[in-house]
């Protein structure tokens, strides 16, 4: 029986726009000898391994790796189960951070190399950003990736400026809902977003919606945001409303539970940080979606949230939840949560504090429903 | 043979800048190696052109292809060198690959997945590298693949003109780097301008006024040419000496050999007793009423800098002067060292020029 993590990451640091990061910083931090020397100088400023600025540092070693094969391979040797991973391409092209050493193109291309390569264990999602083309453009993109190539999915990444229910999307949603195959949406208030100077009017508010109903009130007074706060309209939870009321049957992960912040603020602890915005809890509005029996296609996962111990035991509850049992899945969002733990202790820890019987449920049985589609069998 | 003292007065000089430019080319190539310089501008040259937005980078697909792959002694490093012959071949393969069609699906069980097909387009080779042009979307890469291979017959026609095209393009490379690095050239020489003060004037008038000093700086000088042999240009993409740079130990004993090579000029030009140094720059920023160099703080701050300023405005004629003499320094030694070394050898010459052959030993 396969363990299946339904999300990791393996791009490098050359898929990541010049901008990201200010300036020229990504550019001179994946020069692998400078790179290596701020690990060394890391290393030697902070001995133990539980420093923050030591994961910072492993974080940074995975993310300059010489291409995605090698960060798949650290990802591979962390486990020592017979696995499966979901590889989640992101289209970085459109963020507004300038160019990247390795376009989203090149990415997708070596990810094919790699499905070739890992044709049991590989598992991709194609990325898809309205922003591309229009909307015939990208469902021949996706189908090229799912029927041509094996790819198992699609990934949305709204925060990096566009909305779910963008006219554009509309073809990739359809087809998507009339052949099963699984989305994976980013959805929480954390994240990398949109770095451009400005927001198009279609940022601002998508317009030519056709048949769908939107949210009561627009964004266009809200664009003297920071970008990073702009982003979690893009994120909210309620936007996939939208998507699913003209497509209730579409699969789709709400990833990552809202993220263990909220999950804390609504269980009233943690920090209490301002509120930018009026857009509520994500954690609440994800688990809603997942309540909401109109639309039975709808899951979640664990990624990322699962590093937080202190939310185990609300996790498991939710998973040993009846209505929510079958619509969790597990992953981890590898490499991120290197800044977290290692990947080898992020899954041990979880393994330990949770039933077997409910791993397998969401490590397995969920995960291998959620993909299976017209095209691809679990 | 000439004896003039002109002749000997102008070899000290050149002499004087031949040995602090070799001093600066010694730095500039510690700092080429601290950045990797000629593999990271290798690499950009060929993002540059094959970078490309609308299809993919094609330079990173060449720089993950095994000929390429194999150059690396680490699979961190980028290669220093990429020959032509290898760029052709590896260009050709990732273009060709462009046009193989793979088919990924489940198998007749609905158990795997598989590869249903596999192939690439029919045709010989040039046609299967036109096939994969064919796919790439309208690009200024895409339009210089297809100039390249309109009139060709077959493959290694295509590798020819691939290889002229890139040497032709490795020159205007090199040319880049040359003007970089000549930057950087001339912000080191004003380091060592600075740090050493070597001062223009004072050197002429030292060598001038001081027979004894001339005498022995003219010696060193056609001994080092005698013995000598042309420095490197490390301004030059294919002048930039040292082992394979491949992780942190062999980045570090580079740059100690860099900086002992750097350190052994430096003491070699000490060793000579020449009129530079800031002892001589206590004498030309000096002057009876104050000296601009030293600070005073019995004064307090602003009672000093006031003093400073008045003595700069008293004595800018000799400020500017000096800052001349440096500047002259400065844009000499940044000519480099192997522009000295023929100049030095074309003076030595010059001088010999008459000189009695020696008479071979009798047997």
């Known amino acids: 029986m396969y363990l299946y993590n339904a999300h990791t990451h393996i791009f490098t640091t050359k898929c990541i726009p010049e901008n990201f990061l200010g300036k020229g910083l990504i550019r001179i931090i994946s020069i692998p000898l400078i790179n290596k020397l701020m690990l060394k100088l890391l290393r030697q400023i902070l001995p133990s391994e539980s420093d923050f600025l030591s994961k910072y540092a492993n974080f940074l070693a995975i993310g300059s790796n010489k291409n995605q094969d090698a960060v798949y391979q650290d990802l591979v040797n962390s486990y020592d189960d017979a696995c499966r991973f979901v590889v989640l391409t992101l289209d970085m092209d459109h963020m507004g951070a300038g160019r990247a050493e390795v376009n989203y193109n090149t990415q997708l291309y070596e990810v094919l190399q790699l499905k070739l390569k890992y044709m049991q264990q590989m598992l991709p999602f194609v990325s898809v950003d309205p922003r591309r083309g229009n909307a015939q453009e990208l469902l021949n993109l996706v189908k090229l990736y799912i029927e041509e190539y094996g790819f198992t999915g699609i990934k949305l990444y709204p925060a990096l400026g566009f909305y779910p229910f963008d006219p554009n999307l509309d073809l990739v949603h359809q087809y998507a809902e009339a052949n099963e195959i699984p989305l994976m949406t980013h959805c929480t208030k954390a994240g990398v977003y949109y770095k451009g100077d400005t927001l198009s009017e279609q940022q601002i508010w998508p317009k030519n919606l056709d048949g769908v109903q939107l949210p009561e009130n627009d964004h266009s007074d809200s664009t003297h945001m920071k970008n990073r706060d702009f982003k979690n309209f893009f994120t909210d939870p309620d936007n996939y409303r939208q998507v699913l009321s003209k497509y209730p049957k579409l699969k789709i992960c709400i990833a990552h539970y809202g993220g263990s912040t909220e999950i804390e603020r609504f269980l009233g602890r943690g920090k209490k940080k301002k509120q930018i915005n009026e857009l509520g809890n994500f954690y609440k509005k994800t688990r809603d979606l997942l309540e909401d029996t109109n639309f039975p296609n709808v899951y979640t996962d664990v990624s990322y949230t699962l590093a937080a111990n202190s939310i185990f035991p609300e996790l498991i509850a939710d998973i040993q939840n009846p209505v929510l049992r079958d619509n969790i899945l597990f992953g981890t969002d590898y490499f991120m949560t290197i800044i977290e733990k290692n990947e080898r202790q992020l899954v041990s820890d979880f393994r330990a504090a949770i039933d077997p019987k409910d791993f397998s449920q969401i490590a397995n049985t969920n995960v291998k429903s959620y993909l299976n589609s017209t095209f691809f069998k679990a | ?363």
């Open chain 2, 1 to 363: 043979m000439f004896d003039l003292p002109v002749l000997d007065f102008t070899i000290s000089i050149v002499f004087v800048f031949f040995l602090f430019s070799l001093f600066a080319a010694a730095l500039l190539e510690l700092v080429n190696t601290v950045r990797k310089r000629r593999a990271r501008i290798l690499r950009d040259a060929l993002d540059k052109v094959m970078n490309d937005p609308q299809n993919k980078n094609f330079a990173e697909l060449i720089y993950n292809h095994p000929i390429i792959e194999a150059s690396r002694k680490d699979p961190d490093s980028l290669p220093s060198y990429i020959s032509a012959e290898n760029f052709a071949t590896a260009l050709i393969a990732v273009i060709t690959e462009q046009g193989r069609q793979v088919k990924i699906g489940m198998n007749v069980t609905n158990t795997a997945q598989e590869v249903k097909s596999d192939t690439t387009p029919p045709g010989t080779p040039i046609e299967q590298f036109r096939a994969g042009l064919k796919t790439l979307e309208p690009s200024s890469f895409q339009q210089l693949m297809v100039s390249l291979s309109q009139f060709v017959n077959d493959l290694g026609q295509l590798e020819k003109k691939l290889i002229t095209w890139y040497n032709g393009y490795m020159d205007r490379v090199s040319g880049w780097f040359k003007r970089k690095s000549h930057k950087i050239l001339m912000l080191l020489s004003a380091v060592v301008v600075i740090g050493c003060y070597v001062d223009f004037f004072h050197l002429a008038s030292e060598f001038w006024n001081n027979d004894k000093l001339r005498t022995q700086i003219v010696q060193s000088a056609v001994a080092t040419v005698e013995n000598g042999q042309k420095p490197n240009d490390p301004t030059q993409l294919n002048n930039i000496q040292g082992q394979q740079v491949t992780n942190i130990d062999s980045l570090k004993s580079e740059i100690r050999n860099r900086y002992n090579a750097a350190e052994e000029v430096y003491d070699d030009i000490m060793k000579k007793n020449l009129p530079v140094g800031w002892k001589v720059a206590g004498k030309k920023w000096c002057w009876d009423d104050g000296c601009l160099y030293t600070w005073e703080s019995k004064n307090g701050f602003f009672g000093e800098l006031w003093n400073k300023i008045k003595l700069f405005f008293n004595h800018i004629g000799g400020v500017i002067l000096n800052l001349l003499a440096l500047l002259i320094s400065i844009l000499a030694i940044s000519r480099g060292a192997p522009f000295w070394f023929d100049t030095l050898n074309k003076l030595v010459n010059l001088r010999s020029s008459g000189k009695k052959p020696q008479v071979a030993p009798e047997k």
